[in-house]
T-cell receptor, first 114, second 115 residues
Framework: AQSVSQHNHHVILSEAASLELGCNYS??????LFWYVQYPGQHLQLLLKYFSGDPLVKGIKGFEAEFIKSKFSFNLRKPSVQWSDTAEYFC????????????FGPGTRLSVLP | KAGVTQTPRYLIKTRGQQVTLSCSPI?????VSWYQQTPGQGLQFLFEYFSETQRNKGNFPGRFSGRQFSNSRSEMNVSTLELGDSALYLC??????????????FGPGTRLLVL
């Protein structure tokens, strides 16, 4: 079965630190990859997505992610986090045989200390 | 464009009851998917509707059902509620006609508490 893993359950950083959240998926076919963010009390919002082309994709709020096909990975990065980045981050995969069934990772909670 | 809306936002029910949740997709979107979010299991796919037909289904018991209307609005029903059904139920919409190459946009969710 398809699955998505996220390396860290909870990450704590100080403001201005760099961020990298890991995401790996298990599926051998063609995939679309997403990172969603859920701020406290708010709904899931799309941060960025990869469908094809340049494996380095840029999203909103200074986030970027790199798709490495050989490693089945789609890690999220931000060079300098802010307190307002405190949220839960979800990696999601939609494969070419999934239909509309997005498979989500368990999420990584990010706490940024002021 | 208005986003995905879900009603009600909060519900409290008791075991054995049934519940109906509603979702209105983004205007023009024809696909509606439902997810259950719990602290232990994370986000799990329930089912997807497109053009009033269930097109895809996750691994949930038959107590969980849904439907979609001609205006793309969707409802989800859970019968014979169990304590474990307490969760945040999320609805997501997308255009629906690009196969797997679509982006889903999520609503705020309905938080269901079963006592």
């Amino acid at each position: 079965a398809q699955s998505v893993s996220q390396h860290n359950h909870h990450v704590i950083l100080s403001e201005a630190a760099s961020l990298e959240l890991g995401c790996n998926y298990s599926y051998g076919g063609t995939v679309n990859l997403f990172w969603y963010v859920q701020y406290p009390g708010q709904h899931l919002q799309l941060l960025l997505k990869y469908f094809s082309g340049d494996p380095l994709v840029k999203g909103i709020k200074g986030f970027e992610a790199e798709f490495i096909k050989s490693k089945f990975s789609f890690n999220l990065r931000k060079p300098s986090v802010q307190w307002s980045d405190t949220a839960e981050y979800f990696c999601a995969v939609n494969g070419d045989n999934y239909g509309q069934n997005f498979v989500f990772g368990p999420g990584t909670r990010l706490s940024v200390l002021p | 464009k208005a986003g995905v809306t879900q009603t009600p936002r909060y519900l409290i029910k008791t075991r054995g009851q049934q519940v109906t949740l509603s979702c209105s997709p983004i205007s023009g979107h024809r696909s509606v998917s439902w997810y259950q979010q719990t602290p232990g299991q994370g986000l799990q796919f329930l089912f997807e509707y497109f053009s009033e037909t269930q097109r895809n289904k996750g691994n949930f018991p038959g107590r969980f059902s849904g439907r979609q209307f001609s205006n793309s609005r969707s409802e989800m029903n859970v019968s014979t509620l169990e304590l474990g059904d307490s969760a945040l139920y999320l609805c997501a919409s997308s255009g629906g006609d690009r196969g797997y190459q679509e982006t889903q946009y999520f609503g705020p969710g309905t938080r269901l508490l079963v006592l």
